[in-house]
């Protein structure tokens, strides 16, 4: 069935450059995947333009002949958000990757879509500016894929996801129409679509032009290292530093499993004898940084902090950052696999949710890492499995699964940032009741009437849920009974 | 508080009877933007009033879900309590304006480009559709990338996809004390100095230009704003903080004048050559103009800096009050429309003459 890929790749070699153009099998093979690894498929072809023009020509090409588009920036994504269409096009962004614009005045930065997040904060850092969001992943992944995953990090907390720090996209459609989106203003007249464009993980459009907001930095950053006895005394010191009304530019804790991890890894100097380690930046002038930090210490010993330490210079404060902007792969060398989960909770419900997933842990004979933007009660909870052994990558699926809907239980969400994708799409309905997927599904049509673009990616089709509903339901109960509902 | 009530239900009814008689309905919160958007139609009106209190307000976790009719001045007296504000600081004038009117107006004050807009802060929403149905998008955590963002798309939708029966707004602590500098400089300069603190990453959360007079307002100590005034060789300005309340609610003297009332959004440093005076906030990025210029020469001028102008207040409400739109972007908001409210049941005509 389907289109051959054969004659595909000949219609556009008339389009495309042939360099752009990759279809022999065993090239096709590095494509079949983004970060998530457990999911792979091999694209029908894979093309990879030099400009916005070729996309357009590409478009216009896949909607005549109804092919499905899979859009891709650096495949760094952890949610399978680009694992290709076996009958589609993987079409790679990466290529468009200059800067086009640092406007100082107005501190903003127009890009294309290729660019990668750390370039954008190089290229700006001449004229005292960088772009805020900073993914751990950002040597590697592209603005396309951060507007597309509404991309979060460290310092989102204080300066706002990717949401917050976009002011216009260039999108085509599907048919190849090229639209502008937002403008470089503070708003844009008619309804927000930047909003909905912004984390629509490649199903609404592709981005082919971004203008991020850049912010001067700051005089001067100070982050102060917690240790603590008890992990679920450190998530209510998280809670103790906000009431405070203190706003830090970063909050992240890491558990005992993740900190020894990072601290074999990269030498970051952490107390590995610690249940839990909470890093906390503050920034700003020289003086608030002083005052601020000074504050931020006796809030953490007042809230049973063990010890709290401050950076001693800039190369200690970077150390203290990279044992954590590591965690991932520090983790990674733990076990022959990992898988990442990105639930985000109400932060008073920190201390609850960890206890709960230390026993799932035991339940499922699953070794979890905890590492977490803790300021933004987004966790990552890192299950250490072996793939090799038979249903040990199930019984991780079935146990990141509990986390996910232990999230929604206790108020939360099943992704805080890395996007639905693929592998979170059975947990959207134990999220979201029926109407509301069909208003997505209604809210996809608008753009993509044919759904060509990233089929069956995000929203869970009605029958989809019905039939894991049926799964997950045992006997008429629901998970976690104790809980009230939200 | 007394008079908190839950009318989804009686709302919900009202919705399914206007479906059944095919009538339309206008969405009130208080009715103070009654001047704000195209000139209102003949229909029916839908008193949201009602259906208001807050649900709940965990300060720690700097959020606030409050029904959408609650007035917003008892939203911030909540959050004063707590030494917390609404960030885009809404302007709302005698306290009758309502979160939800607010949301759905999705105008921000002076503090916007630094505390964010409404569209920023929302986090949550509870929804009633044009087809009767309760549904709940986005939640009370900061991060939340399940699904389409569709609870932020409602800010500044002014109620044309459905009602805002519930709000989860995101809360910032409100700086314990502010300050207001007056620039004594020509507009050019002044403007260029504002330019350079901003660029020095200075506790600015509003300014204010026109004419010969130039403000800024800092969020900092005394000895700091000393220190600040000492290295950009400025003033303390005795300007109460009720002058930044009165720019907020057009109180003061420019916004009394009976000409049309141009909003213009612009790239800060965007040049305009108008010879009327422009009161401008957001360190530029928000102008206010009044003018009697006709509509597409204020339009083209605006749209040719990338902006776009929208007629604030007074004059002919009948035609585009917002900026119009490219047609495939109209037709994609035509589009969505028809998947919230498919009867045009919501304030038909209110947004664009389209829908
Ligand atoms: C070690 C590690 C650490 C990470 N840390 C973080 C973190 O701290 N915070 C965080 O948010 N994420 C993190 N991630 C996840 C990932 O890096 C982000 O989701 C990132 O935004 C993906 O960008 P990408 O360019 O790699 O996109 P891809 O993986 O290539 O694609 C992601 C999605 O975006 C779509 N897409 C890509 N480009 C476009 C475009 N131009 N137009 C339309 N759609 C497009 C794709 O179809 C896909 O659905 C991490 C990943 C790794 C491996
Ligand atoms: C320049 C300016 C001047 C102002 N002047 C005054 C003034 O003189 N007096 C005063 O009291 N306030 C004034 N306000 C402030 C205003 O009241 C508040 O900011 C608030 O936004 C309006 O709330 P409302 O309930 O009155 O909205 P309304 O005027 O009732 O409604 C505004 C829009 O939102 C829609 N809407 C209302 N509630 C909902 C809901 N729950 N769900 C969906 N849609 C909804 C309406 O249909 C309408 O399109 C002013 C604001 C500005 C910017």
């Given at each position: 069935?389907?289109?051959?890929?054969?004659?595909?790749?000949?219609?556009?070699?008339?389009?495309?450059?042939?360099?752009?153009?990759?279809?022999?099998?065993?090239?096709?093979?590095?494509?079949?995947?983004?970060?998530?690894?457990?999911?792979?498929?091999v694209?029908?072809?894979?093309?990879?333009?030099?400009?916005?023009?070729?996309?357009?020509?590409?478009?216009k090409?896949?909607?005549?002949?109804?092919?499905?588009?899979?859009?891709?920036?650096?495949?760094?994504?952890?949610?399978?958000?680009?694992?290709?269409?076996?009958?589609?096009?993987?079409?790679s962004?990466?290529?468009?990757?200059?800067?086009?614009?640092?406007?100082?005045?107005?501190?903003?930065a127009?890009?294309?879509?290729?660019?990668?997040?750390?370039?954008?904060?190089?290229?700006?850092?001449?004229?005292?500016?960088y772009?805020?969001?900073?993914?751990?992943?950002?040597?590697?992944?592209?603005?396309?894929?951060?507007?597309?995953?509404?991309?979060?990090?460290?310092?989102?907390?204080?300066?706002?996801?990717?949401?917050?720090?976009?002011?216009?996209?260039?999108?085509?459609?599907?048919?190849?129409?090229?639209?502008?989106?937002?403008?470089?203003?503070?708003?844009?007249?008619?309804?927000?679509?930047?909003?909905?464009?912004?984390?629509?993980?490649?199903?609404?459009?592709?981005v082919?032009?971004?203008?991020?907001?850049?912010?001067?930095?700051?005089?001067?950053?100070?982050?102060?290292?917690?240790?603590?006895?008890?992990?679920?005394?450190?998530?209510?010191a998280?809670?103790?530093?906000?009431?405070?009304?203190?706003?830090?530019?970063?909050?992240?804790?890491?558990?005992?499993?993740?900190?020894?991890?990072?601290?074999?890894?990269?030498?970051?100097?952490?107390?590995?004898?610690?249940?839990?380690?909470?890093?906390?930046?503050?920034?700003?002038?020289?003086?608030?940084?002083?005052?601020?930090?000074?504050?931020?210490?006796?809030?953490?010993?007042?809230?049973?902090?063990?010890?709290?330490?401050?950076?001693?210079?800039?190369?200690?404060?970077?150390?203290?950052?990279?044992?954590?902007?590591?965690?991932?792969?520090?983790?990674?060398?733990?076990?022959?696999?990992?898988?990442?989960?990105?639930?985000?909770?109400?932060?008073?419900?920190?201390?609850?949710?960890?206890?709960?997933i230390?026993?799932?842990?035991?339940?499922?004979?699953?070794?979890?890492?905890?590492?977490?933007?803790?300021?933004?009660?987004?966790?990552?909870?890192?299950?250490?499995?072996?793939?090799?052994?038979?249903?040990?990558?199930?019984?991780?699926?079935?146990?990141?699964?509990?986390?996910?809907?232990?999230?929604?239980?206790?108020?939360?969400?099943?992704?805080?940032?890395?996007?639905?994708?693929?592998?979170k799409?059975?947990?959207?309905?134990?999220?979201?009741?029926?109407?509301?997927?069909?208003?997505?599904?209604?809210?996809?049509?608008?753009?993509d009437?044919?759904n060509?673009?990233?089929?069956?990616?995000?929203?869970p089709?009605?029958?989809?849920?019905?039939?894991?509903?049926?799964?997950?339901?045992?006997?008429?109960k629901?998970?976690?009974?104790?809980?009230?509902?939200? | 508080?007394?008079?908190?009530?839950?009318q989804?239900?009686?709302?919900q009814?009202?919705?399914?009877?206007?479906?059944?008689?095919?009538?339309?309905?206008?969405?009130?919160?208080?009715?103070?933007?009654?001047?704000?958007?195209?000139?209102?139609?003949?229909?029916?009106?839908?008193?949201l009033?009602?259906?208001?209190?807050?649900?709940?307000?965990?300060?720690?976790?700097?959020?606030?879900?409050?029904?959408?009719?609650t007035?917003?001045?008892?939203?911030?007296?909540?959050?004063?309590?707590?030494?917390?504000?609404?960030?885009?600081?809404?302007?709302?004038?005698?306290?009758?304006?309502?979160?939800?009117?607010?949301?759905?107006?999705?105008?921000?004050?002076?503090?916007?480009?630094?505390?964010?807009?409404?569209?920023?802060?929302?986090?949550?929403?509870?929804?009633?559709?044009?087809?009767?149905?309760?549904?709940?998008?986005?939640?009370?955590?900061?991060?939340?990338?399940?699904?389409y963002?569709?609870?932020?798309l409602?800010?500044?939708?002014?109620?044309?996809l459905?009602?805002?029966?519930?709000?989860?707004?995101?809360?910032?602590?409100?700086?314990?004390?502010?300050?207001?500098?007056?620039?004594?400089?020509?507009?050019?300069?002044?403007?260029?100095?504002?330019?350079?603190?901003?660029?020095?990453?200075?506790?600015?959360?509003?300014?204010?230009?026109l004419?010969?007079?130039?403000?800024v307002?800092?969020?900092?100590n005394?000895?700091r704003?000393?220190?600040?005034?000492?290295?950009?060789?400025?003033?303390?300005?005795?300007?109460?903080?009720?002058?930044?309340?009165?720019?907020?609610?057009?109180?003061?003297?420019?916004?009394?004048?009976?000409?049309?009332?141009?909003?213009?959004?612009?790239?800060?440093?965007?040049?305009?050559?108008l010879?009327?005076?422009?009161?401008?906030?957001?360190?530029?990025?928000?102008?206010?103009?009044?003018?009697?210029?006709?509509?597409?020469?204020?339009?083209?001028?605006?749209?040719?800096?990338?902006?776009?102008?929208?007629?604030?207040?007074?004059?002919?409400?009948?035609?585009?009050?917002?900026h119009?739109?490219?047609?495939?972007?109209?037709?994609?908001?035509?589009?969505?429309?028809?998947?919230?409210?498919?009867?045009?049941?919501?304030?038909?005509?209110?947004?664009?003459?389209?829908?």
């Amino acid at each position: 069935m389907g289109i051959d890929r054969q004659s595909l790749a000949a219609e556009f070699l008339n389009i495309l450059p042939s360099d752009c153009v990759i279809f022999r099998e065993e090239e096709l093979i590095p494509f079949e995947c983004d970060g998530l690894s457990a999911y792979r498929k091999v694209p029908l072809i894979v093309l990879l333009p030099y400009t916005a023009e070729q996309v357009e020509l590409v478009l216009k090409h896949c909607h005549e002949k109804q092919v499905p588009v899979v859009a891709r920036g650096a495949g760094t994504g952890l949610s399978g958000g680009a694992l290709p269409h076996e009958q589609g096009v993987l079409l790679s962004l990466a290529r468009l990757n200059k800067i086009v614009e640092i406007d100082q005045d107005n501190r903003l930065a127009c890009v294309q879509p290729g660019v990668r997040n750390l370039a954008v904060s190089e290229a700006a850092k001449p004229y005292g500016l960088y772009y805020a969001p900073d993914p751990s992943s950002q040597i590697a992944c592209s603005i396309g894929g951060n507007v597309a995953e509404n991309a979060g990090g460290v310092h989102c907390l204080k300066y706002g996801l990717t949401l917050h720090n976009v002011v216009q996209v260039t999108l085509l459609t599907i048919d190849g129409e090229r639209l502008t989106i937002g403008s470089n203003g503070l708003d844009a007249p008619g309804l927000d679509l930047l909003t909905l464009i912004t984390g629509s993980e490649g199903m609404l459009g592709l981005v082919v032009e971004v203008v991020v907001k850049l912010l001067p930095i700051p005089e001067r950053q100070q982050v102060a290292l917690a240790a603590f006895d008890d992990v679920e005394i450190a998530g209510k010191a998280v809670a103790e530093i906000i009431a405070k009304g203190i706003l830090p530019a970063g909050l992240e804790m890491m558990d005992n499993l993740s900190l020894r991890a990072a601290e074999d890894f990269v030498h970051a100097g952490y107390p590995t004898d610690a249940a839990a380690i909470l890093l906390c930046e503050v920034d700003g002038s020289e003086d608030e940084v002083s005052e601020e930090i000074m504050r931020v210490r006796q809030i953490l010993l007042d809230s049973g902090a063990r010890e709290v330490r401050t950076a001693e210079d800039e190369t200690e404060r970077m150390r203290f950052w990279a044992g954590r902007k590591n965690a991932f792969p520090a983790v990674g060398r733990l076990a022959p696999d990992y898988y990442c989960m990105d639930g985000t909770i109400p932060r008073n419900q920190l201390g609850k949710v960890l206890t709960m997933i230390g026993e799932m842990s035991e339940k499922y004979g699953l070794p979890c890492a905890n590492v977490f933007h803790a300021g933004d009660g987004n966790l990552h909870p890192l299950i250490l499995y072996d793939a090799n052994n038979e249903g040990e990558l199930e019984k991780a699926e079935e146990f990141g699964g509990e986390i996910l809907e232990l999230c929604v239980a206790v108020g939360g969400t099943i992704t805080g940032e890395h996007g639905v994708g693929i592998e979170k799409i059975n947990q959207m309905c134990a999220q979201f009741p029926d109407p509301e997927l069909e208003t997505f599904h209604a809210v996809k049509a608008v753009f993509d009437p044919h759904n060509l673009l990233n089929p069956g990616k995000a929203i869970p089709t009605l029958a989809r849920c019905a039939e894991f509903g049926a799964m997950h339901v045992h006997a008429g109960k629901l998970r976690f009974p104790e809980l009230e509902r939200f | 508080m007394s008079g908190d009530q839950d009318q989804s239900s009686r709302l919900q009814a009202n919705i399914k009877d206007a479906i059944a008689e095919r009538s339309c309905l206008r969405l009130m919160g208080s009715g103070s933007k009654d001047f704000y958007g195209r000139g209102l139609g003949q229909q029916k009106v839908l008193d949201l009033s009602g259906n208001r209190g807050i649900v709940s307000y965990e300060p720690t976790e700097l959020v606030i879900t409050a029904r959408g009719g609650t007035p917003l001045d008892e939203i911030e007296a909540a959050l004063e309590a707590n030494g917390q504000m609404l960030p885009f600081e809404p302007p709302h004038f005698d306290g009758k304006g309502t979160i939800g009117g607010a949301i759905a107006a999705g105008l921000s004050g002076p503090r916007r480009p630094w505390g964010g807009s409404p569209r920023d802060l929302l986090l949550g929403i509870k929804l009633l559709d044009g087809q009767g149905r309760i549904m709940s998008f986005g939640g009370q955590v900061m991060k939340n990338v399940a699904g389409y963002d569709i609870s932020r798309l409602m800010a500044g939708a002014m109620g044309t996809l459905g009602i805002l029966l519930e709000v989860s707004i995101k809360v910032l602590p409100k700086p314990v004390e502010e300050h207001s500098l007056i620039i004594d400089r020509d507009p050019d300069s002044a403007t260029r100095l504002i330019g350079e603190m901003i660029a020095d990453s200075q506790p600015i959360t509003a300014s204010y230009s026109l004419a010969d007079k130039q403000a800024v307002r800092l969020a900092c100590n005394h000895q700091r704003l000393g220190a600040i005034c000492l290295k950009y060789g400025l003033q303390e300005s005795s300007e109460s903080s009720d002058f930044w309340q009165q720019l907020r609610d057009q109180k003061l003297d420019f916004f009394q004048q009976s000409k049309p009332l141009w909003r213009l959004s612009l790239k800060p440093t965007s040049p305009l050559e108008l010879t009327e005076p422009c009161l401008q906030e957001w360190s530029g990025g928000l102008r206010w103009l009044y003018s009697e210029r006709p509509a597409t020469e204020i339009r083209t001028l605006v749209e040719s800096q990338g902006g776009h102008a929208i007629q604030f207040r007074n004059g002919d409400r009948s035609g585009d009050i917002f900026h119009p739109l490219h047609p495939r972007i109209l037709q994609i908001q035509q589009g969505l429309k028809a998947v919230f409210d498919p009867h045009g049941l919501f304030n038909p005509g209110r947004h664009y003459s389209d829908y």
